[in-house]
């Protein structure tokens, strides 16, 4: 397997994890690209592959899924549009190939045994559209840029004794219209060159790629919400069919950190079925007392870890002769697959005007994060990429990050529950209003939402933002249907969490009001969120930005209000963009921090704020608004900034 080229920050890329037991889900280092559901062998795809643009659209024709010519080196997972990817064109190029060897050693390394025969490849994920070959066979197709997919691809990666092939050629085809608004894009600038608060498009593969063997019959999808203060709701969902009669699933608990045994439960798998739904409880959550030593926060990430096994029902040791000798142990044994997982125990919830975590009012402190990087665009220039972000926003004091207009990747989530950040988690929007646009975020949505879903650090649903994609929603029916629904769609796939149907303003159907107000004066802003007075005038008049707050008959029954975006202050020390702006501007670091400390003041003089969102964590491109510089960096000793939004040393 070809290495990364030799970049300090980018090395650890490639290579597989080794073979061996069962890993510790809370415990695991951040390389693993789906935290919550673990085997012990994988195999890392991400480092150099062949790559090709597709300008004219003739690989297709010319037969390119078997391979192609002229080939040029990019280092996968990084955008075509970056630096890191070796590539480094930021233009228009709609269609890109990629095609890489996939080994004998790498089906090792992934775990293909007797017993665990599947052999699955995964995709974290490709904007836009991916069409995937194996060998110029067919494999599978999937749409949507920011969630991930799956082929099992067993028969295809076998060895043929007739032609001794042992290596094959894994060629991927994406198609990413840059002039598509219908397509779920976020950030992505339709303009060649990033404008305003948009930025480099990203085409292809931007997350990991990678290869697992599982068992014939195995654990594809883990599902943990809260059931009650004692006791985990946990779907589990098979794949290669379902389970032999009398299956069991069983699930261990344990509290690492103070390795407690936290109990077993056990339950029969339904005949015929691929789909387990059962209850978990916590025994030591029984007392009441002493719950709180397990529960999630940010001050107190407590994790629990769980081993999930699918068990066959008991064999005699003589009834395995039939079997290959790899199998009859696990026969035997019972056990036909097992993965690592964690959750977290915590609630979240609204009531009077309030934020709940843990049923307590829990002021939420966020910072608007972009995730994007000048080496790597969406994709992070390393997998330590991922924790150095989390502690950053908590070193500056921020108890949250939204997530903006992006769908992170997992390994980022890991970080934010093991290190306690709470997560909004928002969809990246198209930017037009027709069937096609609404039948593709719903689709994205439901599946970012249920790839997410287990994390106890997401504790917010953001569908839209702005009125992306539904410009005239204070007029149009269809527009506020739309809205609507994808606020109650995202609550029937998980009503565990508050909604936002649209974040900024003209809210159909949320459960958090949120407001954008990029006021660059304190006082001013203090008046605008003063008291109850005030927050009757914003909620019956015209909010900032000449925008209704609420619209399609949207009443207020005394939800939170916070304030999701304000500040954004341009300042750049040392060297200067031309094209660099923000909301308002510093003459000074000393300028730039008096500033922010005002309008923190202001949010915390309010009687009525829940909570607030800073924009923004670092500066992006053309938005040098940042906290911290691009290479991250604070543009100020970190202490003041800190001090400035917490209010005290």
Known sequence: MTTLPEQAAMTERSGPTTTGPLPLASRQDGTYPRPQLMRAAW???????????????LGTAAGWSTGFDEPRDIVVPFPPESAASGIDEPGFHPVVWYARTITAQDLDDAGRSGSTPRVLLHFGAVDYRATVWIDGVFVGEHEGGHTPFSFDVTRLVTSDASTDQHDHTLVVRAEDDPHDVTQPRGKQDWHEDPHAIWYRRTTGIWQTVWLEAVPTVSIRQLRWTPSDHRSMALGVVLQGGTAPAGSRIRVDLRWDERGEHLGTVEVTVPTATDVIDLVVPVARQGN?????????????????DATVSLIGAPRLQSDTSDLPEATRETSATGVLD???????????????????????PYDVRSVLDQGYWPESHIAAPSYTTHRHEVELIKELGFTAARIHQKIEDPRFLFWADRLGLLVWGEAPNAYAFSPRAVQRLMREWMDAVERDVSHPSIVTWVPVNESW?????????????????????????????????????????????????????????????????????????????????LVDGAVDTGQPVMLTEFGGVNFQPGSTRDDGWGYTVAASGEDWIERITALYDAIRASSFLAGSCYTQFTDTLQETNGLLTADREPKVDIAEIRRAVTGRA
């Open 43 to 57: 195999t890392n795809l991400d480092g150099t592959w062949s790559f090709r643009h597709d300008d004219g659209d």
């Open 469 to 549: 994609g539904v410009q005239h929603v204070p007029q149009d029916r269809a527009q506020q249907a739309y809205t609507r629904s994808l606020a109650d769609v995202t609550r029937a796939l998980d009503d565990s969490r508050p909604v936002i149907s649209n974040d900024g303003w003209e809210h159909t159907a949320s459960d958090i009001i949120t407001v954008h107000d990029y006021e660059g004066d304190g006082p001013t802003l203090a008046r605008t969120y003063a008291d109850d007075a005030a927050r009757t005038r914003l909620m019956t008049g015209a909010g900032p930005a000449e925008r209704r707050i």
């Open 338 to 360: 097992a993965v690592a997982s964690y959750f977290g125990i915590r609630s979240v919830a609204v009531d009077r005007g309030a934020f709940l975590l843990n049923d307590r």
């Open 288 to 304: 009441g007392q002493a719950e709180d030593e397990l529960q999630w926060s940010p001050e107190r990430p407590r994790l629990v």
